[in-house]
């Protein structure tokens, strides 16, 4: 049984509109193949989730069509999603899932989760929008159960100083045209500074912006 809170009473279906899902709608990217391949999780989405089980939080609904590509061995997910709109429409994802599902209203900045809660945190595409990376990664570490890891998967400033100036020089147009995004963000850094220990953490690029893949935990002691 899924259980929502904060929803619209008619949940539009942006599945059927948008097919393959988005990671978020300011960072457009498909969550799933096209059908004709038979609508897989996208490798990035896959690695993401790969051997998750038990709790798990995922800060940012987007569409919900990622709820989708939990694996089994994930007993319950929350959602924490600030925006009416895309609650309404992981609510219609939610619902047809074996899974239990919350879909709850709160911010990075105090996730309405308890303390230690969580078996892992999934972050895709959010960090470079929070308004203090710090404050949001402190709220992930608070929720984390002892043992409890953190997925990320998120923009990444350019290893390029040519790339990185132009990112920095963009900033100020592009976060408000991408829902807040700061693309020269340095969020291993940041990550390390909030007290984790990054276990892996690939780099690619998706259409010329640098990107992390990784999983971290918090540092003996902060656990």
Known sequence: ???????????????????????????PRRVRTDRRNGSAPTPQRARLLAGLGGRVLEIGAGDGVKLSCYPAEVEEIVLVEAD????????????RLATPVQILDGDLRALPVPGGSCDAVVCSLVLCCAARVQDALSEVRRVLAPGGELRFYEHQRSAKPLMTLAECLVTPVWSRAAGGCHPARDIVAGIREAGFVIESCDRFSFLHFEHVLGVARPACGDD
């Not at 619209?8 to 988005?22: C, I, K, Y």
Request: proline share 8%.
């Open 84 to 95: 009416p709109f895309l609650r309404a429409a992981a609510k219609g994802i939610a619902g």
């Open 1 to 27: 049984m899924a259980v929502h809170t904060g929803d619209l009473a008619d949940p539009p279906d942006t599945e059927r509109h948008f097919t393959g899902g988005m990671e978020q709608f300011h960072h």
